[in-house]
């Protein structure tokens, strides 16, 4: 019991901040997957809620990406910055990164057949989603996990008053821009993504070269969460991208813990420095590994059933094949996030480019033959197949090279003095 005792007192703000972290993420998950999306499928024909999933898609690839992944490397870059008592360059990237985004999704979403208006009021969301994204990383970098909870809590009244809108006023592409408005008017105030103004430093050209990396490594990663949309709707139509995003948004909801720790994680790893720590946490991530792909995937295939009976009832018989398959990926995924989030800051951007570049070509090619084999619930293999190799990968490459913890003595022992 002392030894409990002891073990939580060295780690109750870390514990303290993975909740309060946890809870503002579960607002934004209730807000998407539990409020939001099941609504619009009750009240919308599938061709438009098809429609609407395929944006969202796109809206957090790109937002994961730019937003997500340009708040991570403040948090990797942070001790750099601090080291030379100067702060700027990431306003600066932010609206490169935005320019950049526009020019491309116009003639992307205008080629999916959205109108001009739509176009517009799609990549201004798509803007001001990113301000929200990178604003939490700030918020987590500064341990205000408080105001995590606040924006999110935001973004959920936000969506109701867009839900009662659209009762009114049918126009589906509206549905997102309100709670973003209200989240990026609380990070003007609250982060420095507008403080810091264009100011550029010399570590302009790093910050860079890690954004660039992190953004590739982000691509491939989110084309095999979210694009699979856009490969599984031209085969199999509207009812099965609805009937595969219901399996996969209710097994998301997992990532209401695993999420949380993964941001957590890397904050804290920021904040952190020498050889010791350095071991301590990569040893500690690999003990985390099994537990959290076995509870994971025990938790989420009852609760994906449950809530799939609940919430997507009309596509339940469709989708009761994919529930395994998918919360087994869900449980591997969960762990390679746990992996990537301390890699981010002790690997080679290069090297975990690389390990996932692998990961994208497996998953096309284990996709292709599945699918062929088995249509849908071979993709939903293809996936899963894809997620496990991937976590050998991690394992292999990130931590079991020369100067790394090893997997023996973990495996010898199984606990961490």
């Known amino acids: 019991m002392e030894k409990v005792k002891k073990l939580f007192g060295k780690y109750k703000f ?10 503002g993420f579960g607002i934004y998950i209730v807000s998407q997957q539990i409020l939001l999306l099941p609504i619009l499928a009750k009240i919308v024909e599938d061709e438009v809620y098809s429609s609407f999933v395929l944006f969202l898609s796109i809206l957090n690839v790109v937002c994961n990406v730019v937003g997500g992944e340009l708040g991570n490397t403040r948090l990797v870059k942070d001790s750099d910055y601090k080291e030379k008592n100067t702060m700027g360059d990431f306003s600066r990237i932010f609206l490169v990164a935005s320019l950049i985004v526009s020019i491309i999704l116009l003639p992307i979403l205008i080629y999916l057949k959205y109108s001009v208006i739509a176009c517009f009021i799609l990549i ?42 659209f ?12 709670p973003e408005i209200l989240c990026t008017t609380y990070a003007f105030f609250n982060s420095d993504i507008f403080k810091m103004k264009l100011k550029k430093t010399t570590e302009m050209k790093l910050t860079v070269k890690k954004f660039s990396e992190l953004g590739v490594v982000s691509v ?64 500690m991530t690999l003990i985390a590994n099994i537990p959290a792909i076995l509870g994971v995937t025990i938790v989420t295939i009852p609760c994906t059933y ?105 495996l010898k022992h199984g606990y961490i003095y």
């Open 220 to 283: 491939l990663t989110n084309m095999m969460s979210y694009f699979d949309k856009f490969i599984i709707y031209p085969m199999f139509g509207a009812t099965a991208v609805a009937a595969y995003y219901a399996v996969n948004s209710m097994s998301k909801i997992t990532s209401l813990i695993t999420n949380p720790m993964s941001s957590v994680i890397l904050s804290w790893v920021s904040n952190t420095d020498g050889k010791k720590d350095k071991s301590r946490i990569m040893r």
């Open 306 to 410: 449950i809530a799939l009976r609940i919430l997507y009832s009309q596509y339940l018989s469709q989708a009761l094949v994919l529930i395994i398959p998918i919360s087994v990926a869900s449980g591997f995924g969960t762990a390679n996030s746990l992996l990537k989030s301390v890699l981010l800051k002790y690997m080679d951007s290069r090297k975990l480019l690389v390990l996932y570049s692998l990961y994208f070509v497996i998953f096309g090619i284990s996709s292709y033959f599945l699918v062929k084999a088995f249509e849908l619930t071979g993709f939903a293999f293809a996936n899963l197949i894809s997620q496990v190799i991937l976590w050998g990968m991690l394992i292999i490459g990130g931590f079991g090279t020369r100067g790394r913890p090893s997997l023996v003595p973990l």
């Open 14 to 23: 870390f514990l303290s901040d993975m909740f309060l972290n946890m809870v």
């Open 124 to 165: 201004l969301t798509i803007i001001l989603a990113n301000v929200r994204l990178y604003s939490l990383c700030y918020y987590r970098l500064q341990k205000q996990y408080k105001k995590v909870i606040i924006q999110n809590t935001l973004y959920l009244l936000g969506i109701i008053i867009s839900l009662t809108v």
């Open 167 to 178: 009762y009114f006023w049918r126009i589906v592409y509206l549905l997102l821009i309100i």
